[in-house]
């Protein structure tokens, strides 16, 4: 059974950094994609950035420029790095792995969440 943890949230100050990590057990992630989603409160959950199998990014238009999306397959381990937070970055971020098709992403395997508190 593949399980994700999130870690890295924390509360930070507006235009300060975060870099969230996730840490997949019971499969190898190496033939999915990776996604980060995020949910403030109140609103509906948004796909924030994606990862390829093969290292092809993409990005929500909200977060390009600011957000960096990796992974590292050898520690079987996502990161999304978040630079320049803002207010409305405030949200709980949920990793997850699944495949690609038609260039559309589709996550099987979600983490639990970690909050993303970004004070101004």
């Known amino acids: 059974q593949v399980q994700l943890v999130e870690s890295g949230g924390g509360l930070v100050l507006a235009g300060g950094s975060l870099r969230l990590s996730c840490a997949a057990s019971g499969s190898t992630i190496l033939f999915y994609a990776m996604g980060w989603y995020r949910q403030a409160p109140g609103k509906q959950r948004e796909l924030v950035a994606t990862?390829?199998?093969?290292?092809?990014?993409n990005y929500a238009d909200s977060v390009k420029g600011r957000f960096t999306i990796s992974r590292d397959n050898g520690k079987n381990t996502g990161y999304l790095q978040m630079n320049s937070l803002k207010a409305e970055d405030t949200a709980v971020y949920y990793c997850?792995?699944?495949?690609?098709?038609?260039?559309?992403?589709?996550?099987?395997?979600w983490g639990q969440g970690t909050s993303v508190t970004v004070s101004s």
């Open positions: 997850n792995i699944g495949g690609v098709q038609f260039s559309t992403y589709y996550p099987t395997y």
């Open positions: 990862i390829t199998s093969g290292g092809n990014t």
